[in-house]
Structures are given as structure tokens and as C-alpha cells.
């Protein structure tokens, strides 16, 4: 199994149809407007912020504040979800590297909000097993099904599933 990526974390909540083509290396993220806000948010926001710090070469943290709060630029709470897994999938990762008592925040630059993000031992048990079924579907021959959600039609993946 290769590294898991804190996207790949995102994805699988997300669409596990996203998951593996990602995991396949068909990335079709470059051309989506979607995608381009979001990189443009990131970029204009917390300019005073060492920001995009890859570790181990597998997550890539937005910045960390005061060495102990890491956090994560989103344009919007649309997959709210994806985004807390995701940086917790941070937090689980640190942790293993021996970085204790770290939180996380999720900021929302666009809404003027942020969410706190901690890390339970319930996470870390659930992290395990997203990263069990991670692999199951990266190593899966056919692509899963299509989700047929309201987020399908923003998706960059989205002339392939329905076109």
C-alpha cells in the first residue's frame, strides 16, 4: 500500500469513485473551477503564514501556528465532513511521528469562520479502519460506483462518470 494522502482521506468521504481514480493517477483536478477557487482562496488568505508544509512527503499541511495548531484553508462547508476526517487524518499522522497535544482548526476564510478540530481515541480507531478501506478500494480492478449526489455535477470527475 502506498502513503495516504490527507486528499485521499478527503475523497473517500467525499465519493469513493474519486478515491480510485485519484489512487489510479487520473487527476482531472487542474481544469475544474471548483478547484481553481479553492487554490485561489488558499493563496490570498493568511499571505503572513508559512503555508503549505509538506511532511514525510505524504500530508501537506495549509500552516501551522504557535507549533501546535495546524490548519486547513476551505472556500466553503459544503463537505464539511471530508474536511474535519481530513484533519484529523493530520493530527492521527503527527501523532504517530510522536508530535502530541496538537489541535487542528478548519478555516473558512470566505464565511469569516473557523471550526476546532481534535483528535479522539474513537478517531483513531475509525482512522484505521478508513485507511484499511482505503487500500481495499485502491486495490479494487473495476472503479466503484457512482454516488449520483448534488456534488456530482461540481465534481472534476464528472465527465467521466456521466458522460
Not at 485521499?8 to 481514480?21: E, S, T
Not at 501551522?64 to 472556500?75: F, G, P, Q, R, S
Request: hydrophobic fraction near 35%; glycine fraction near 4%.
Amino acid at each position: 500500500m502506498r502513503k495516504v494522502t490527507g486528499i485521499m482521506i478527503y475523497y473517500y468521504f467525499v465519493c469513493k469513485r474519486k478515491l480510485w481514480y485519484f489512487s489510479n493517477d487520473i487527476q482531472m483536478e487542474n481544469e475544474n473551477e471548483d478547484v481553481i477557487i479553492g487554490k485561489l482562496v488558499d493563496e490570498t488568505s493568511y499571505e503572513r503564514q508559512k503555508k503549505h508544509i509538506l511532511i514525510d512527503e505524504t500530508i501537506n499541511v495549509d500552516f501551522i501556528k504557535d507549533y501546535k495548531v495546524l490548519h486547513e484553508i476551505k472556500k466553503s462547508k459544503s463537505i464539511e465532513e471530508a474536511s474535519i476526517w481530513q484533519l484529523k487524518y493530520y493530527l492521527y499522522y503527527l501523532k504517530k511521528l510522536g508530535l502530541e497535544d496538537m489541535i487542528g482548526e478548519i478555516d473558512y476564510p470566505l464565511l469569516r469562520k473557523r471550526e476546532k478540530v481534535c483528535l479522539s481515541k474513537d478517531d483513531i480507531d475509525e482512522l484505521e479502519k478508513i485507511l484499511k478501506n482505503i487500500a481495499g478500494i485502491e486495490s479494487q480492478k473495476k472503479v466503484p460506483e457512482k454516488i449520483d449526489s448534488k456534488i456530482c455535477k461540481k465534481c472534476a470527475y464528472y465527465e467521466l462518470c456521466y458522460i
